[in-house]
Structure formats: structure tokens, C-alpha cells
Nanobody, 124 residues
Framework: QVQLVESGGGLVQAGGSLRLSCAASGRIFSSYAMAWFRQAPGKEREFVSAIRWSGGSTYYADSVKGRFTISRDNTKNTVYLQMNSLKPEDTAVYYC?????????????????WGQGTQVTVSS
């Protein structure tokens, strides 16, 4: 089993920055992929970014490319999402997710492990 705990959400003005953290515990193997998704009120949960637990390959949704950076610290079993130049449309609950397959996917149905989510609110 894998447990994921997010932190770092909050209220920020447009143009500001936040860094989200996702602490993983349990059976995290080197082939696991870690991802961030978000869900705004009344909308589907959507892919934001992903990273292989080993190797460091990263993936981003077009809407956040150039503004968000995903990274991981394997010594701390933690994945981060640095969010810069935030916009009001980035407002959502952000979820950390993990999958045990070798290939990174952007489909939420492929991720069996989820955190509880952390709220990010960007004011205009």
C-alpha cells in the first residue's frame, strides 16, 4: 500500500507562487510514477504534471507548461509542485497520485493511489 499526504496549499494573489508537497509512504518502488491532478468546482479532475520516481522524466499539461515545475526528493520520498505566475483559473483542489506502472500516463483512472487533496485559491 501507498499513502500520500499533500501540503502547501493556500490563498495567493494572481502572479504569486506556491509550492505543494506530497509525502509518500509505504511501498514506493523506483518505477513508480507520481503525478499532480487538480479539480475545480463543477469540473472534472484533470492532469497537471507527472514525474518518474527514478529517471526524472517530467510531463506537463499545456495549461501549466512554463509556469509549474515538478520535482522529487527520493531521500525524503517527497514530490513537489512549484507553481509560479499563478492565475485565478489555477484555483482548484490539487491531488497527488501514484501509479506502479513503468510508463507515465495522464489518465486519472490509471492511478490507484491518491492523497486527500490541498486547496489552492488564486485571487484576481
Amino acid at each position: 500500500q501507498v499513502q500520500l499526504v499533500e501540503s502547501g496549499g493556500g490563498l495567493v494573489q494572481a502572479g504569486g507562487s506556491l509550492r505543494l508537497s506530497c509525502a509518500a509512504s509505504g511501498r514506493i518502488f523506483s518505477s513508480y510514477a507520481m503525478a499532480w491532478f487538480r479539480q475545480a468546482p463543477g469540473k472534472e479532475r484533470e492532469f497537471v504534471s507527472a514525474i518518474r520516481w527514478s529517471g526524472g522524466s517530467t510531463y506537463y499539461a499545456d495549461s501549466v507548461k512554463g509556469r509549474f515545475t515538478i520535482s522529487r526528493d527520493n531521500t525524503k520520498n517527497t514530490v513537489y509542485l512549484q507553481m509560479n505566475s499563478l492565475k485565478p483559473e489555477d484555483t482548484a483542489v490539487y491531488y497527488c497520485a501514484a501509479q506502479s506502472v513503468a510508463a507515465v500516463t495522464t489518465s486519472k483512472s490509471e492511478y490507484p493511489y491518491w492523497g486527500q487533496g490541498t486547496q489552492v485559491t488564486v485571487s484576481s
